[in-house]
Nanobody
Framework: VQLQASGGGLVQTGGSLRLSCTVS????????IGWFRQAPGKEREGVSC????????IYADSVKGRFTISRDAMKNTLYLQMNSLKPEDTGVYYC?????????????WGQGTQVTVSS
């Protein structure tokens, strides 16, 4: 499986960004797909995941109500709509295959995209 994230950038607090991830080689054998982020000096954090078959979603408490994950199976694309962004959302965001452990363990991921939220 290959995953490529895009759409990051620099925004002010309260702003929005929409991340995209193109996926190839993904099959129904995979449980799901999602996003995690990595900030300097912080542990990796699972942000949101979605099952590829029925679209069930899960969100980290830190982003609930602000972020929305979705996927377009026809376009093999995963999205993350991020609203009301905060400086603590800053980090490199990766899309990755979800191993089904409540969006905490990931299998494969590609190059991430940088999100920077200024205060």
């Amino acid at each position: 499986v290959q995953l490529q994230a895009s759409g990051g950038g620099l925004v002010q607090t309260g702003g929005s960004l929409r991340l995209s991830c193109t996926v190839s080689g993904f099959t129904s054998d995979y449980y799901g797909i999602g996003w995690f982020r990595q900030a300097p000096g912080k542990e990796r954090e699972g942000v949101s995941c979605i099952t590829w078959d029925d679209g069930a979603t899960i969100y980290a408490d830190s982003v609930k109500g602000r972020f929305t994950i979705s996927r377009d199976a026809m376009k093999n694309t995963l999205y993350l709509q991020m609203n009301s962004l905060k400086p603590e959302d800053t980090g490199v965001y990766y899309c990755a295959t979800d191993l089904g452990a409540a969006c905490t363990h990931f299998g494969s991921w590609g190059q991430g995209t940088q999100v920077t939220v200024s205060s």
